[in-house]
């Protein structure tokens, strides 16, 4: 392809923006665009996502523009703000765009040129495309779109984002886009009945106004919308999806972590002893282990949204779960994020992008490390069983058990409450009309779905794996510094106790022990808090460690080693039930795990809003463990 | 047909003019179009969506729950929260 004349210099790119309003099908020709590959940042002082790419394919360079779906030019929130800034050229930064190409819905015609007539008033030069044109013919629409663009007076291009139709013609459309033309003067219209009477006049004349319903969607919709067999589905739908982060993660994290474990037996076994060996397994090698070990989950979490997503009832689950939502000023698709987070609070808090209003994304982000996550049952069973007594309840209920219930749901229930506080309080602001639509039912295509759960497993392993890492490796060295030396009248389980007692941990353990007193805890538990920041589920391997258990899978010895302990100076037990029930509560609230944390950074945009969340839950954790010891030990 | 909503009386303490009533009571499946009265004034963004005085709708369903209501409306369906309706009114185009 030669590049005409006429058109600038090719290595000054042009710049042209995406305009369309959301499910328009704006992002998915986005990707089809510029082959998925986005530069993803952020708008200067708004956490509002700004993806931008390279088109590939055309002959001159295009940076293109992928701006926030909006449904109109009169913004209600920050995404649609900015809308408004790049068009009108006040966005502090952002280069004015050369060209706007605009995408709307061929079956939503009327709603979209509701949009059109809007973004033409910013008088540059624009190019409309109409997607879903399949949908519309599928349905027995006729759409003119030569008839669309002689009335617009802009070029007018029909596509299929995800099979690719079309969108070769848009490529070389897009090569062009300095001559496309100025649109015309519309006559002014910012009143919606004007606006809406020539949109209505239009829409009619190029053949737009209501193709048929799909007729299979009403049909599946009666039976998975209705008031019975819709909360039905609902939740099996659900418990599926919770069931299987469990059932199908479990034994691949299992193989994950198994193969690590064997990867640094043998290192061990073929290397030379010493602090490069140490720093190799127990460092680099539980580094990655503690990365990789997280993707079964994102894996799976994200195959099944997807999916659902793509079929079409994602939509529909959030119109069913939106009014019990609403009750603490979130919606109906925090409700999947949420639960995500029951297995691990990491793809919980990726699966928060499909929450269009960032106040509500960014409120459940915030909430989900309270939902309690796989890690932390190791110290639960552990606690449990060595301090609870198993004593029946009521009928088969166990104490233990319910002792389990109430703190999953003492971490449910303060989520909720946090999100209603942070909605009234931080996230306080104009409450945006909430808006869902259904889309119709369609098969998924194994490729796209692919794409998609690839796309966020290797955003996880790039953008949050290099830190998790490095933090596993700054833990290494704290759990390991300064070295003693190695005595051979020392098991190994002797020796990595004292390892572990002369290192700086224990020294911050102990340093911390006036401040975690109150709470009933001494320096070896404060030694496990710190170990646990890699991971909730470390500190059961480090009280191991501590209390020379040797193996953490011992599991019964480590149990019996904790209601054993006596301390030193006083003869007392040093781990009583009320330790035991603060250190559960301290775990229940505080944000102990450094993953949750660089990946809340990542997702927010800002390493604000971790330390915010920090703080406060460990402000509720010390807080709660407080009352709860004092409580036991006066009443227990 | 199940009425849409239980609290239709308390919604609407007075009678507005003519047949007109508020969204919340209008059963699903019937057809109306929006008054050009409306009890209080209707959110720019319902305009810039195209709810519009004379525009013909009609109510498709209320979620399992009650809210939020699907709507129909140039030819797109779209969910919105009782909430945010609660200023639009419709004359149906048959007397309920």
Sequence with gaps: MSV????????????????????????????????????????????????????RGVARRIRLLDLPGTYSLNPETPDEEIVREVLAGECPNEPVPDALAIVIDGTTLARGLGLVVQVLQARRPTALVVTMIDEVRARGGRLDLGKLSRILGIPVTGVVGHRGVGVADLRGLLERAERWAVPKALPRMDDPEARFAWVDRVATDVGGHSPARDRRTDRIDRVLLHPLSGLLIFALVMLFLFQSIFAWAVPAMDGIDGAFGSLARLSRALLPPGLLTDLWTDGILAGVGAVLVFLPQIVIVFTLIHLLEDVGYMARAAFVVDRVMGWVGLQGRCFVSLLSSYACA???????????????????????????????????????????PAKRVFGPLGLQGLVMLGLYLLGALTALGSAALLKSTLLRGKIATFYLELPPYRMPTARLLAT??????????????????????????????????????????????AQVQASLAARIG??????????????????????????????????????????????????????????????????????????????????????????????????????LAFSYMLALAYGASFVTYRLATAFL | MRPLATRASEDSPEPLKGSCRPLSSLPPGLRAHLCRHSRTPVPQRLRDLGFVADTPLVVVRAAPLGDPVEVEIRGYRVCLRRADVSSLCVVPETPA
């Design chain 1, 510 to 611: 102990h340093t911390l022990e006036p401040v975690i007193e109150p709470l009933g805890f001494d320096w070896k538990i404060g030694v496990g808090l710190v170990a646990s920041l890699a991971a909730r589920e470390v500190i059961v391997a480090t009280l191991a460690q501590i209390y020379a258990v040797g193996d953490e899978d011992d599991f019964g010895g480590l149990r019996d080693a904790l209601a054993s302990d006596r301390d030193p100076q006083t003869g007392e037990p040093s781990f009583t039930l009320a330790t035991a029930l603060a250190l559960l509560v301290f775990f229940v609230f505080a944000l102990q795990c450094m993953s949750t944390v660089v990946v809340m950074a990542r997702e927010t945009g800002s390493w604000r809003w971790p330390a």
């Design chain 1, 346 to 388: 990491i793809p919980g808090m990726m699966a928060a992008r499909t929450v269009a209003s960032p106040r509500d994304r960014l409120a459940t982000i915030l909430i989900s490390p309270f939902m309690t996550c796989s890690a932390r049952l190791p110290l639960y069973t552990l606690l449990i069983a060595a301090f609870v």
């Design chain 1, 4 to 55: 005409p004349a006429a058109l600038g210099d090719p290595a000054d790119p042009l710049h042209i923006a995406l305009v369309g309003s959301p499910n328009a099908g704006k992002t998915t020709l986005f990707n089809a665009l510029t082959g998925a590959r986005a530069k993803v940042g952020n708008y200067p002082g708004v956490t509002v996502e700004r993806r931008e790419g390279e088109v």
């Design chain 1, 452 to 497: 998609q759960v690839w796309r966020s497993a290797s955003a996880f392993l790039k953008r949050a794996g290099t830190l998790i890492l490095a933090a596993a490796v700054v833990l290494w060295a704290l759990l390991s510094f300064p070295r003693i030396p190695v005595d051979p009248a020392r098991s190994v389980g002797e020796q990595a106790q």
